[in-house]
């Protein structure tokens, strides 16, 4: 992906509704989770959430305490069916229409429960629940109808990235075969034909993470980059988040269901995270999380569905101490148990007044709260060229596929047979193709970084016959 770049690109724009469901513009919710054991109590939480004018909340279960709180607040709701009750709920109708009594009927609409999360990432389950994912759905649905709640309740099942099996470059985004047919199309089926909409969980973190090499992080945050170019479609994204949830359209539109929205049901940014865990930190996060509440509220859709208006639901409302798993899990709240903010995030226009993203003078990646510097050149004068460090084959090559690919380069002179093939080594190769990209940007301050494979020097490489430009 893009190397560290500043270069000013405007990444906002206004367009016309599109007039989904769930909302008439860009909206903004959280995930309410409770997996600790020190949160305040729902009272104080409903409190919380109103104080920061927050109007849309999920949670994962349907705990009466919390949907008694949430009544009369006019704080639309999501309620989850857990994945262990998905099974049952296929197979019997009665199971369905009780849990749909018990558990919606009896709340609404004085607690404003606007949809149902049925399962949780089902197939990534390990008790193998997916087959009984759209049975459930079309039992609690006939179990809406019933009550005749179907009209303002709506019904889907949050999908996790892993779902897809190709997600790069966007255009190519296509969902696992073995899901396709048992799974995908009935699903879709089914929300065209309630009105309803694909909920997504969607991780840039992840992505960036485990490829920070070649991952800008500004790509990662909405911040200031060059762009990667989808030759698949003829755009350029700007952002991770976007790619990623192109991918997904671009796998509906394959299978002709174009026709059906996304909601963002999950995605945020850890505060903090083991030594490993690069990127996982409280800057890193309100960056993520405060860049992506702004351009969803001004109204962008993605370069694939510009007037699409995402509703999304960052991940989560509290720090929760009893996850599982890496330190990451354990902090990806927006608040402290006491209520405290962890860093600040807007959440509504009037907020965004006052937001600014505190953006680090120095582009480094972050990592358990340890910075690694990369020291990106600024004003780089002409008379300089940029050339491949020496870091190893792969990430070699991965950069130069890169700089021939997204990026952009004139890498015509480096095939066989051209001027500058020869040595065929990847070390020329490559530093002809990161010159290349250097010099066409303008030797803008950070473009000779590729993920720390490249370095700036002040006389002419020489790789054999060849000649490396100095300026475009």
Known sequence: MAPHLTLFISLLAIFTLAGSHIADAGSIGVNYGRVANNLPSP??????????????????????????SLSGTGIKVTVDLPNELLRTA??????????????????????????????????????????????????????LVKFNLHSDIKISSPVALSALQNSYPSSAGSFRPELVEPVFKPMFEFLRQTGSYLMVNAYPFFAYESNSDVISLDYALFRENPGVSDAGNGLRYFSLFDAQIDAVFAAMSAMKFDDIPVVVTETGWPSKGDENE?????????????????????????????????????????????????????????????????????????????????????????????????????????????VASDVGRDRLQMALDYACGEGGADCRPIQPGATCYDPNTIESHASFAFNSYFQKTGRAAGSCYFGGAAHIVTQPPKYGKCEFPDGY
């Open 43 to 68: 009272t104080k939480v409903v409190n919380l959430l109103k104080s920061q004018r927050i109007n849309r909340v999920k949670v994962y279960d349907t705990d009466p305490d919390v949907l008694k």
């Open 90 to 143: 296929a197979k019997k109708q009665s199971f369905a229409t009780n849990w749909i009594e018990r558990n919606v009927a009896a709340y609404y609409p004085e607690t404003l429960i606007e949809a149902i999360a049925v399962g949780n990432e089902v197939f990534v389950d390990p008790k193998n629940t997916t087959g009984f994912l759209v049975p459930a759905m079309k039992n609690l649905h006939e179990a």
């Open 278 to 386: 690069i990127g996982a930190s409280v800057e890193n996060a309100a960056a993520y999380n405060g860049n992506l509440v702004k351009r969803i509220l001004t109204g962008a859709g993605t370069p694939l569905r510009p007037k699409a208006k995402l509703t999304v639901f960052l991940f989560a409302l509290f720090n929760e101490n009893n996850k599982d798993g890496p330190s990451s899990e354990r902090n990806y709240g927006l608040f402290y148990p006491n209520e405290e903010k962890v860093y600040h995030v807007p959440f509504t226009t009037e907020d965004l007044k006052d937001y600014r993203d505190k953006q680090s003078p120095v582009v480094g990646d972050i990592g358990g709260g340890r910075v690694r510097v990369s020291n990106p050149v600024k004003g780089t004068r002409t008379g300089s060229w940029c």
